[in-house]
């Protein structure tokens, strides 16, 4: 019988790997493993060993024992502010392409 995926370590890596602004093939390769490994992590398909997530917990700049805990992640919210902003830039960027000012 497989063991037991660890309840909130793939929500706690996805969290902070966003938040450090990794995306999962970066985070593979500073920690020593495949993006698809990341990927599984993340999605709850299998558990890290120790060892890889100790080298994870290290690239997040997280002690391991935080990782590893059972306790949820913490929530995060965009401030309305910046995704005003966010949508801004981009209707702006969508017309500039429109009238080719954005492809050169």
């Known amino acids: 019988m497989p063991a037991k995926v660890h309840p909130y370590f793939g929500a706690k890596l996805r969290f902070w790997r966003c938040i450090r602004g990794f995306g999962s093939k970066e985070l593979g390769r500073r920690a020593g493993i495949s993006e698809s490994l990341v990927s599984h992590y993340e999605n709850g398909k299998t558990n890290p060993s120790y060892e890889t997530a100790c080298k994870l917990a290290q690239v997040l700049g997280l002690p391991i024992e935080y990782l590893w805990d059972h306790q ?33």
């Open 72 to 104: 949820p992640p913490p929530t995060f919210e965009v401030p309305e502010p910046m995704l005003r902003r966010t949508r801004d830039r981009a209707t702006q960027f969508t017309e500039e392409l429109d009238t080719g000012k954005g492809d050169g």
